[in-house]
C-alpha cells in the first residue's frame, strides 16, 4: 500500500487530487490502483505564526521499501500535480518493510467505495399518511401556557 498524507488543503481539493493522480502513481510505481489511498486530514500549515495554508502544502508518501527506487520520479509527479491548488510543496517519503504492513479486506464487500459499485438509498414512506398528519406538522398551539404554573 502506499498513502499519501497531503496536509495545507482543503479535504475537497485532497479527494480532486485522489482522482487526477491514483492512475499516475499506480503507473508509476506499476500497482493496482487499489494500492493507493489519499488522507485528507483537517489540518493547518503554520509558519512563524501565519497560516499558510493553500500556500504550501506537505506531502508525505508512506510506500513499501522496494518503490524507494522510484522516490525522484515520485517527487516530480506529485509536485507538478499538487502544484495546481497550491503555491509550494514539500514532499517527505518514508519507507516500510512489507513485514511491518498489516490489512485486514472484508472478501465480502469491494475494497472501495467507486461510482461503480455506489448504492443509493431511498427513504421508504407510507402513501397511507394524509397530508397534515405524521410527525411533520407544525406546532401552532402556546408551548409557555403551562410555564408559569
Not at 1 to 28: P, W
Not at 45 to 51: A, I, M, T
Not at 117 to 140: K, M, P
Amino acid at each position: 500500500m502506499i498513502s499519501l498524507t497531503i496536509y495545507g488543503l482543503d479535504q475537497f481539493v485532497v479527494g480532486k487530487l485522489s482522482h487526477e493522480m491514483t492512475s499516475a502513481l499506480a503507473d508509476l510505481y506499476e500497482c493496482d490502483k487499489e494500492e493507493i489511498i489519499f488522507i485528507a486530514p483537517e489540518s493547518m500549515v503554520f509558519h512563524n505564526g501565519v497560516e499558510q495554508t493553500s500556500w504550501n502544502a506537505v506531502v508525505k508518501v508512506e510506500a513499501p521499501k522496494k518503490v524507494a527506487v522510484l522516490q525522484e520520479d515520485a517527487a516530480k509527479l506529485i509536485t507538478s500535480l499538487v502544484k495546481g491548488p497550491t503555491i509550494n510543496v514539500q514532499v517527505i517519503f518514508s519507507y516500510f518493510s512489507q513485514d511491518n504492513f498489516y490489512e485486514s479486506l472484508n472478501p465480502d464487500y469491494p475494497r472501495f467505495i467507486e461510482n461503480e459499485n455506489l448504492v443509493n438509498f431511498e427513504e421508504e414512506y407510507s402513501e397511507d399518511i394524509e397530508e397534515g398528519e405524521g410527525d411533520d406538522q407544525i406546532f401552532t398551539g402556546d408551548i409557555f401556557k403551562d410555564f408559569n404554573k
